[in-house]
């Protein structure tokens, strides 16, 4: 049985869900509640003493979210999760947790757009100092830190370079200084790969992509030890208060039942199809950790199970009248932003181009990124084969 309680199966089906408490519903309720009340001074007090695990108000803690809370922490194999109304909202609400005027946060290289922004432009005003490393060079990121260096940020895959770091390394290295390691792991998800298991400390998702996985509701995650846990939840939960509704903790809830049947399914999809594109005369390359010719194979093979379903191709042609051409010719495609969903989505760098805060000005116009979702396979191989005719 405690073998059972440690499954995958278990957390996404049965954990933190305790339905002798609501009439053994399968399902568990939302409860919409803003306030809990208390039957006695006593009760009270002990409550308020623990915020972050008692239900008091729902900018703490709500019982749905707390179910939610329990199993993204066991899906990380942490001890404890923070749940918030957006993955920016995760990454900005750990980040100025640890930081304070003076410091000092080491980022790896074109970390996501926003992210950036945060450490660019907003972090500055506040006396944060960061610097930007190349994430691959072990001793590039042991120069680059600094005496007031207090946190190591890491994003690996990347979701635009597709970059990684090597996890064990980059945690040894923190921690010999001190200093606080903390990652965006909304690519792999925790199907795919688990940091802390490689000692990172704080594991950050985008909840928007995989884990809801439905393109219904926008929330994040950030899952660590309690200590750390709790700062968070002292710091930036109670005090920036961007949480996430009863409402929206039930559609996650549910998302994640299928979890990792998603993920194999996109992960199986998007093999099929890079391997078919690598092979098409109109490609030049294609980008995905779990291809075999990928530049850092071996490391992705150390630390992930597998890769999802996103990745970037190089088309042959620079015409941006034929790319734009090729995009509007696919049908199952969606022309859109994100990634995580149902839904098959397409992303030409392209159309991003002259915007503020494009992703990077040197990212090349025949740039796609591709997202593979549910759909089946040989429908979206078909679909592409079709508009890559473009090109002829
Ligand atoms: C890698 C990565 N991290 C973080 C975020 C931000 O997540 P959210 O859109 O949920 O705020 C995104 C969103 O696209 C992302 O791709």
């Known amino acids: 049985m405690d073998d059972i309680k ?33 039957e006695s001074f006593d009760e009270f007090k002990n409550a308020i003493s623990n915020e972050s695990d008692s239900h008091i108000y729902t900018r703490g803690n709500n019982p749905t979210v707390e179910i939610l809370r329990k199993k993204v922490a066991a899906l990380e194999k942490t001890e404890d999760c923070l749940v918030f109304a957006s993955g920016s909202g995760a990454i900005s609400s750990t980040i100025l947790s640890f930081l304070k005027s003076g410091d000092h946060i080491l980022c790896v290289n074109n970390p996501y757009n926003w992210t950036k922004v945060l450490l660019t432009e907003i972090l500055p005003n506040f006396g944060i100092a960061y610097d930007f490393v190349d ?34 390394a980059c945690a040894e290295i923190a921690k010999a200084k001190g200093i606080i390691t903390a990652i965006d792991n909304s690519y792999c998800s925790p199907i795919f790969q688990n940091p802390h298991d490689f000692g990172i400390d704080l594991i950050i ?45 039930a559609l996650i809830i549910r998302g994640l039942r299928t979890l990792e049947l998603r993920l194999e399914k996109s992960h199986g999809s998007a093999v099929k ?9 109109h490609i030049e390359s294609v980008l995905y950790p779990w291809d075999k010719d990928f ?75 591709i997202y593979i979702g549910l759909e089946d396979s040989d429908y979206l191989i078909h679909d592409l084969e079709n508009a890559l005719k473009i090109f002829d």
């Open 6 to 38: 440690n499954s995958l199966s278990y957390t996404l089906n049965h954990l933190g869900e305790e339905r002798s408490k609501y009439y053994n519903a399968v399902s568990p309720p939302i409860i919409q509640t803003s306030n809990f009340c208390f």
């Open 135 to 168: 994430g691959s060079n072990l001793g590039a990121i042991r120069a680059a830190i600094k005496e007031n260096t207090k946190m190591l940020y890491l994003e690996s895959p990347n979701t635009a370079t597709f970059a990684l770091q090597d996890l064990e």
């Open 205 to 249: 998702h985008s909840g928007t992509k995989y884990l809801n996985g439905h393109s219904d509701v926008v929330c994040g995650f950030v899952c660590g030890s309690k200590e750390l846990i709790a700062s968070i939840f002292h710091f930036a939960t109670m005090t920036l208060g961007n949480i996430i509704s009863p409402n929206e903790a």
């Open 273 to 281: 199809i890079v391997e078919y594109l690598k092979n098409h005369k």
């Open 295 to 369: 530049p850092q194979r071996e490391l992705a093979k150390k630390q992930m199970k597998g890769a999802g379903g996103l990745f970037s191709i190089l088309l042959k042609s620079t015409d941006l009248l034929q790319l734009e051409k090729f995009c509007a010719k696919l049908q199952t495609f969606l022309f859109a932003v994100s990634w995580g969903g149902h839904e098959s989505l397409i992303l030409p760098y392209c159309s991003l181009m002259n915007i503020p805060n494009h992703p990077d000005p040197n990212v090349p116009v025949n740039l796609i990124r």
